[in-house]
């Protein structure tokens, strides 16, 4: 969790992650951004996310996210 | 052209429907809304409605095909071994995929056939001519039912969500027949997804006094936007947009103004209308619009404007697009190269003018409105490319990007933008639109201002002091919608008295200002061409 | 208790609705008969400043109507009253609803249904619009808002401003019809116009509505080189067979009607001028009279203030 962090803090360190719980939706997050991100997450924790997971629910906040990579690394 | 903002929807077929819904037993209920829907698509498309059909019939079909596919991956998984289950999964995915484009050829073949054939033809024998074949196709012209544009990507987003196994295929085929047919959604949208709405359409709970109450002012208040601001300046609009030659700069710019303010009013009032009708059962249809022109940039523009549409081409276009593998390897070399900025950029650029080479096809089989979304493909790519250095010069002078005055400015950009675009969506082919755009760029002038031309194009001082006001009316609605206000929630808490008196003053406004009777041509429906 | 608490906001909101309704109708509804009030149709509605029942034949239709016949020029020559309460370019479903207003305010022997309204296409729509208008007349007086005029806040719509043309449509133009129209006009046909459902059903309709009342109908075509056929004529005939009233065309009288259309109309073919009118009159009057058993008021000092006093001024305007 805390590697999630310092990518998001990386990646745009304008905004409080611990806070934010609607990054999509309150288009804090574009979709630039949730690309790189997801490549870079990938790479991170060796995982692929399919297309289908890449819906608003999944990247509104960090928890949401890592709730995400978790499901991932479960399936891989 | 009927539309739902006509005495047959309003005063005829949604009270005789909303009666009927309510006094008939509920396991009749949801036939007799079938039932209506469909009745309302014949009296619109007559016996065009067998395509409709034949899209309901696939859908439903195809989708229980997969259902059943999934059902026998998941027995086999269960009773293999671990190794063997990657190859089994792999191995439904592909007989799947497989139907999924048996159904896209289908559903997107009849949408292609109908509406595009004219133009591909038209083009082909423009080609011919110009090589110097003297082959020349006659350019069949085909009736298209109403909506197939809406329909069809609606049908699509249901094989899709089955594939994605976001939602277990509907055995029922009247379940989803109604929720592909429901009679407010056939004309203009939204496009509504299956998992949000279809159960709901099918409980066919009884309507109740609060929902009714609210939908039939959220309806009253498209009316409004429809009959007073669209309607009203529609004179000027035909004319302008016709004889834009006779006419200075200044008023090629006045027409595009009008018509952008045109094109919102009817389009969001029309949604307006529909979504109004949904609550007045009880059913919560997606929203479509979002106070567009708040909007700071291109890109945030179209995720408050038309939303669902732009929901259907993020979904099921430009993310399977950006992910799929070769992008995704492209995504990995461009941002090691180019960082995370610029280096998604490549890719996203690549999925985003598929996205809208499909966005402007989908408007319409005519090349202004490909220029259309070329326009704002290239617009949100040059926006995505200039902030970083943007974002770097605020930050060396001092700019706060926060500031109320800096937002103010993106806005009203951002609405420049949108109205230029807009200006080529209505031209009457690209050649015109073209021809406005430099005339309104070499003849810019104020003169017809001056010398009073704006008040001869079918509009006098009042009309547009009216329009003004209601344009008024509509942006102080957004403003606390966007500031998170409940209009309608808290009108309905003030006393019975009250919210009469609300509802007569809007059927009173309607009625005493709005555009119809003799000398009045309402405008149709933009987007149920579409 | 429970259902009544959900029926008093629908009645509620019904009955506000309605009051709101009227009360911008009655602002915007013009406050007199006049031009200068605003009134679209003023010359119309002059019926309603005339005493009640005073008035022998009613004359309704669209503009061939009110540019034929001369209420005033009958009342000169044979001695009854009438009024021309044709609107131009009206449908059938306005003079339906100008058949009830007229019926409302007098009961005339006779009403003159002119018969080139009745081809006028209109949807039912238009006739829903009608229709509401009577009973809310901001339907039809909406445009109002722009030009209301201060009377219009503080009085109530009264129509008290006598016409002394009685509806007629004055002209002294002379535009002769061009030789191809004139070729073309009433050519003998044996086909028909067609005739929409909706515009059949409201004939019936108007004929019946005069019928209850004791008012007999006369369907009538004045002559319009441009707007009439022979196609008409059929289908007019064959309606007003159907329907048993009288049809007289008076496109078919050339000897009764010498109409000369080098001289007597006033736009091409489509109006009759004075000139015009006065053949018809002269001719009809009479006829009217004996077929219908109108009574002469000439020398009733009844009639004097509305119609003898006036035949002057009358004379003035048409000349």
Known sequence: ?76 | MISYCSIEYLLVFLPVVFLGYQILPRSVRRYFLLAASYGFFWYLSGPLLLWHVAVCLCVWLIGLRLRNLLEERDAAVKAAERSERKAIKAQCAGRMRRWVILAGVICFGILLSLKYTPFFVDNLNGLFRHLGIHVQMKVPSFAVPIGISFYTLQAMSYIFDVQQEKLEADRNFFRLTMWLSFFPLLMEGPIARYGTLAQKIWNVDRIQGENFQKGLWRILYGVMKKMIVADRVNSAVELLYTDFAKYDGGMVFLAAVLFTCQEYMEFSGTIDIVIGTGECFGFVLPENFNQPFFSKTISEFWSRWHISLGAWLRNYLFYPLSMSQPLKNLTKKCRARFGNHYGPLVTSSIALFAVWLFNGLWHGAGWSYIFFGMYHFALIVTGSFLAPPVIAFCEKHNIDRKNFLYRLFQMLRTALLVTIGEMFFRALSLKYGLLMFARMIRQASLQSFADGTWLKLGMDLQDYVIVALTVLFVFVISLLKERGCNVRGSLYAKPVIVRALITGLMVTLILLFGAYGAGYVPVDPIYANF | MKYLKKIIPVFLTLAVTAGMLWLVSVLTTPKNNMQEAGHDTWAAFGFEAEPENSIDVFLLGDSESRTSISPMELFHNDGFTSYCCGVNSSTLCEVSEMAQLVLKYHHPKLMILECNVIFSPFTWQDAFEAVSARFFPVVHWHNRWKTLLPQDFTSLPDYDNVEVRKGYYHSAYINEAPPYMLDRYMQPSEEREPLAGISRWYLKKIVNDCRKQGVEVLLLSMPSVKNWTSLKHNTCSDEAQKLGVPYVDLNEMTEEVPIDWNLDTRDEGDHLNNDGMKKVCRWLGPWLKETYGLEDHRGDSAYDKNWTDLYEEYVEWIS
């Not at chain 1, 999509?24 to 790479?43: F, K, P, R």
């Open chain 1, 1 to 76: 969790m805390e590697r999630l962090y310092e990518i998001l803090e990386e990646m745009q360190p304008e905004y409080d992650y611990h806070k934010e719980t609607a990054l999509i939706d309150d288009h804090l997050l574009n979709s630039l951004t949730v690309l790189a991100l997801i490549s870079e997450l990938e790479d991170e924790f060796d995982i692929t996310i399919p297309a289908v997971e890449i819906v608003p629910e999944n990247f509104n906040s960090a928890q949401a996210m890592w709730d995400l990579i978790t499901r991932e690394m479960r399936r891989r």
